[in-house]
């Protein structure tokens, strides 16, 4: 079933178009996760869930509630949505404990007692209860925000950049304390990250969007290994774009024959392979296959991103190859590629 139903919303100010004809379907429970260039229409997107902004045209509903269309919307208050905007835009005025506990019913030790609960489910220590916003790091401050919208048991949780204010391991971790706690609540979830990393492992479902418009969703597998276009395939991740001439499910391309997932499609097509699918290894003298020089070694530890350029028949053309950390060759290096998996292949280009 289907938690939220997005039905062709738009929304402009003045000549600028925020969101053009969005459509979604959010299921009851999941994590959707929208990513996209800024100024794509991720945050006008949320704050019309939520009930701040409202739609030139389109609906949307909430389990089976119409929340907004033409005729009529339903105020922010009465939404049951919790959303942590993307600056956390806690009540400067009141301490932590306060903007936690703004929306509690309960009062005396039972709202102690419940707002001390959800300072620790977002591991923020109970002495900072009575500290004030202006006191706290931006990513405490986002992890209040993140409580004070728990409160409240939203029916839907809108996350905007919830994690943006926090380094790599706090990052990562807060990440999956997150998507625990909301899984364990039974909360469906709508998170917005300019994070690739974090939008492929949060999502069950995943959305990108530009200039307003939804461009595609699905399984972040789906869409990380078969992107509509090559914008998307470098927005998810980095991507080996080359043509090729499809024909009976493989490509003929500068790094001669490979499979292609071309579901039929025969023709001139543009070709995309993740660098992780192109494999080095030290070439020994009477081998078949492309052959290419090393000409970056890029180290980042675990893995190592080298820049390769081919040799004849295809000389000059420069490829991304992901190797080990443990095993990559030096610049300057002879290697042979070998290709791991098929290529993907973009038909409308
Ligand atoms: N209140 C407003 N008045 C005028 N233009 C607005 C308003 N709110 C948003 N916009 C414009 O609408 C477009 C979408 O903005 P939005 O804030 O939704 O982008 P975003 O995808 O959240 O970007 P970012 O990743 O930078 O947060 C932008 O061009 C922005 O300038
Ligand atoms: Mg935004």
Known sequence: MNALEINALSKSFGTQTALDNICLSVPTGSRTVIVGPSGSGKTTLLRMIAGFEFPDAGSLTLNGQTLVDSAHAVPAYQRQIGYVPQDGALFPHMTV???IGFGLSDTGAARSTRILELMDSVALN??????????????????VSLARALAQQPRLMLLDEPFSALDTGLRGAMRKMVARLLEGAGVTTILVTHDQGEALSFADQLAVMREGRLVQSGHPMDLYRY????????FLGEAVVMPAQIDAGWAHCELGRVQVNSNGFSGTA???????????????????????????CDFAGNTCTLTVELSEPAAGRSLLVRSSGMHAPPAGSTVQLSIVGPAHVFEAQ
């Not at 109970?126 to 992890?143: D, F, K």
């Open 126 to 143: 109970a002495n900072m209860a009575t500290r004030w916003p202006h006191e706290l790091s931006g990513g405490q401050q986002q992890r």
């Open 227 to 234: 992107p509509q276009d090559e914008q998307t395939a470098r």
């Open 97 to 99: 404990a306060d903007n």
């Open 270 to 296: 543009q070709i995309m392979l993740r660098p992780e699918q192109l494999q080095v290894s030290s070439t020994p003298t009477d081998t078949q296959g492309r052959h290419a020089v090393v000409t970056d």
